[in-house]
Structure formats: C-alpha cells, structure tokens
C-alpha cells in the first residue's frame, strides 16, 4: 500500500499581506504552518500503513521554506518526503498547481491511494485535490469523513454530504480528499522528530518531472488571475442587552420582531 | 495511471450564454439550483445572452419540467442510471458533454459538496479556470468577462478574480449568497436530451447507500437559522436547550470546535474553520467565546446573536445583540418567549 499525501505549507496568521502589483501573497517573513486538514491526511496515511504496510509519501510545492511542513509530516511518521521547488512554479492557479503534482506523482511511481486534506484554510478552494485525480485519471471521492475499509484492490469511504454521508466504493488507486472528522492526528513522537531533524526531503525541479510543458505552469499555466484584494466591510456596531434572563429575552424579542 | 493529454480548450470567440449546474439528490431539485438560476439569469441578463441549465440524474424528467418554471431558457438533461446518484467521474464526463455542445461563457455551480467535487474535475477536462467559493459575481463592461469575487483566509480578505482567457469561466458559488430565481407558474424555455459520452458509461466508483445521519436533521449550510453551543454551555446535556431554542426558532443546531473536540456533539454540527461555513439569516451563538476559527465560518450571518458570561469575548465584536449573562438562564428564557410569540 503506497501513499503519498499531498501537503500545503500556509500562513499561520489572519493578518496577511498581498502584493499590490501582482496580488499575490507576501509569504516572506511570515509564520507558516501545515495546513490544519493536511495532518488529518497525512495521519489516515499512516494508519493504513499501520493496517496494510507499504510506505507513505508527503509531497508538497512550494518555497524552500515549504520544506518545514514535509519535516512535520516525517515527524508524523511519514517514510519519504519530496518537495517540487522552481521559481517557475510561482504564481500557480490550482488548475496549474494540479497539472504539476500529478506530474510529481507520476515521478514517485507505483502508487495506490492519493490522500490530501479537504481544502486548506489560506485559499480554502477545495480544487486542488479533485484536479490532481482528473490529471491522473483516476477515481476520486471528496469530502472522506471514515474509510470503513480496504480489500480485495477497494477501498470503502463514507462522503460527508450536507445532510449526512454517502457511502462509495472505489477501486485502487484513487484520490481521497478528506475532512477534519477523519480522526484526531497524532502528537509527534521524540524519535520522530529526531529523524525529522535528519531526514533529507528528495528535492525536485521542474526539469526532473516527465512531460511538463513550461506553458502549463506556474503564472503561465493558470487560468486565473486576481485583479484587486480589499478588506470585507466592518459589521456595525452592536447593541448590548443586560439586564435578568427575561428581561433580555423580551428586549431580544421585541428588536426582532421589527 | 495515465496522465491525462492536453485538454482541447473551447475557443472563446464561440462561447455565449451562461450555464449553471442544476443540482439534484434523490429526485429532489436542490435549493442551491434555484440560487444558481438566480445568478445566472442576472449575469445572462448583464451580457444579453441565453441562461441554460444542465441537470444530471436518472428519471430526472419531472425535475427538467420544474425548472421550465424558473426563467431559463434551455435545459440541457442527461438522463442515465449510471448518473443515478453523484460520483465524480461519470458526472464530470456528463457535464463535460453538456458544456461542449452549448458553449458556455461562463459556468457556475453552488458550492456545496458534490459542486464543489464536481466542479474542480470539470475546469480540468476542459482546461478553464475556477474560482471557488464565489461570494459576488458580476460583468466587466469593457471586456464582458467574468469578475468573481471571493473571499480567502476566512473572509479577513477578498479578492476579485478574472478567467478572461479561457471559456467557460467557471464559479463556485457560496450557499445563501444570491437570491434564487421565483418560480414563476407558466413554464418556459426548452428541454434539449444529451446523450451519455460513452467514457462516462462505466463508473469505476461505485455509489453503495446515502445515510441521513439525523432523521429531520437540518443542512447548516442551508439554513435561515442556527443556534450553536460552544464550551461555556458546560457539557453534552447543555444541547438539549441549545436543540430547544432552535426548535423554537425553526433553525439547525451548530457548535463550536471545542464542543466538537470534547466530544459533546458530532463534527457535522461544527461551524468554523474546519467545519461548515454558514450564513444564516440568524445565529445564535451560545456559550462561544469567539475565536477567529469559529468567526470566519458564521460572521457573514445577517444577524448575529451572542450570549456570554464575559462582556470581553470577542464574539461581542460581531455581535448585532450581545447578550451579557448566564447562558443557562438566558437561553431558555429566549425559547420560551420565541414560542410565546405576540
């Protein structure tokens, strides 16, 4: 059983800050994190290593400092970790950033389940996982809330939908984006960290990765561009109620009603 | 795995009208699809071109003829038991179909959990752009592209964002944002069959079953009211009040993620940054202190309700009514007066 875990490394702040001329996100100097979804990936990965064996992958693009959240998932107890690093990637739409991983996929070899978090909290588009599997051409099931179970070349999830879940069966290998309600992830053990400390993430270009054309990635290969960021409109100011129970309640009453 | 080849991109100078995804689960029309013919009929209007619909299931004729009665022009169907139920790839492969024989400027779809899977599957196929999780839409004069506005780090920023190149331009649209289209008792527009492509007659995921996880449980993200519990409300049996109040309004039951995490209530009610994102009409937020995670995923609720012991908690700052006091005296206090009435 071959896993790779797709991981983002995102702010750790609401308070960011935008290039004006481009639109971008300013990310130097800012604290970063894995994004909180991506641990509950990289955490289901490791169970089902711990089930079925095999290895687990994290991979993730980005800056050299991205290279911090592969660190965190080596901690986790994630066997390999590969990080795709070209300033020829920056700039890149999730239709480009899907069009890239699935090619770094492809250079990781024989795999059998790709797990990624639901969305991330920074772009919170959910996008990047479904177009990694359309890519690859393989099934995909979003939104994984429990994967019941793995046999016979299946895997059984149940998909979290407004009003409950669905349950699908899905042959191998497929794409599972997954959401918070997956399971709790692990602290990082000691030794874990030790060998986080060491390990050395395979560190690619996009010169490395087969049939990427230089016209599909980054700013050049996306289909999006932002035009203008602004700051939401402050809600107005609110009215205090005080006073006994019912006397706030029929204060409350009486202003909803007009 | 195969790597897919690259895609054959629709020329933009063919492109017209608007098209939105019609959702449907178990022979229902989604009230997503009415917010969805809302928009598009406005953007459709914007430019003087067609709105059309595309609506996948199976045995979905009835619901073709419902949506005659929301001012669309055509209603593109693909009807098929392999479409029974949503799984991505067959619906992907099917919507691909209905796109490339319209044409379609622009592409919108709600962003509820089977558009917000489907959606992203389909800008790959055809090699568009997305903007997810749209809160504003609208036509640049100059150029009669798409402007889609959507907010990112949970709303503490947004963002307007252009596809003029690629067709169609393609939007993700957050629940409760736009007005749905009326339904109007005269029918209109017409019903156009598509055929299956035949790469989506063999589904390679299989649908097992559909588990409502509560009978009569409400869609948070659906809602025009929701009333959630959080840390300060003490402990599981707290919901029973926070559930009688909601009752009492007619809304759905959310919680904060330290309820969730203490194990009080089930991850589906959570509303934040790792839950749902809601936009009631009203929220109530009971026994919440406010944290950035809980905000970003209720702040843009027309009214907000906050009942809280401490008159510094940051849910205060978004509060429209800030309710200063025991949470176990107030909350009851509310649903008896609400069911009172008068």
Known sequence: MNIVVCIKQIPDTTDVKFDRETGRLKREGQPTTINALDEHAVEEALRLKEQHGGAVTALTMGPEKAVDVLKHAVAMGADEAVHVCDDALAGADTLATSYLLARAIGKIGAVDLILCGGETIDGATACVGPGVAQNLQIPCVCFVQKIEGIADGKITVQRMMEEGYDRVECPLPALLTVVKGINVPRISSLKGKMRAKKHQPKALTVADLPEVKPERIGAAGSATRVTRTFSPEKRPEGLMLEGEADEIAEQLYQHLRK | MELMKDPEVLNPDECRGVCIFAEQRRGALSSAAMEMAGAGRRLADALGEDLHAALLGHGVGDLAEELRHYGIDKIHVVDDPVLADFLDEPYSAALCRVVRDVKPSILLGAATNIGRSLLPNVAVRLGAGLTAGCTGLAIDDATRSLVATRPAFGGTIFADVVMENRRPQIATVRRRVMAPAERRDAPSGEIVRHDLPPCAASARAKFLESVDELAGAVDLTAADVIVSGG??????????????????????VGASR??????????????????KQVRPKVYVACGISGAIQHLVGMRASDTIIAINRDPEAPIFRVATYGLVGDVHKIVPALAKRFREGG
């Not at chain 2, 840390?231 to 759905?252: V, W």
């Not at chain 2, 991850?267 to 790792?274: A, E, N, R």
């Open chain 2, 258 to 275: 330290a309820a969730v995490d203490a194990g009080w209530i089930a991850y589906s009610h959570q509303v934040g940054q790792t839950g």
């Open chain 2, 231 to 252: 840390r300060g409300i003490g402990g599981p049996e707290a919901f029973e009040m926070i559930r009688e109040l909601a009752d009492a309004l007619g809304g759905g």
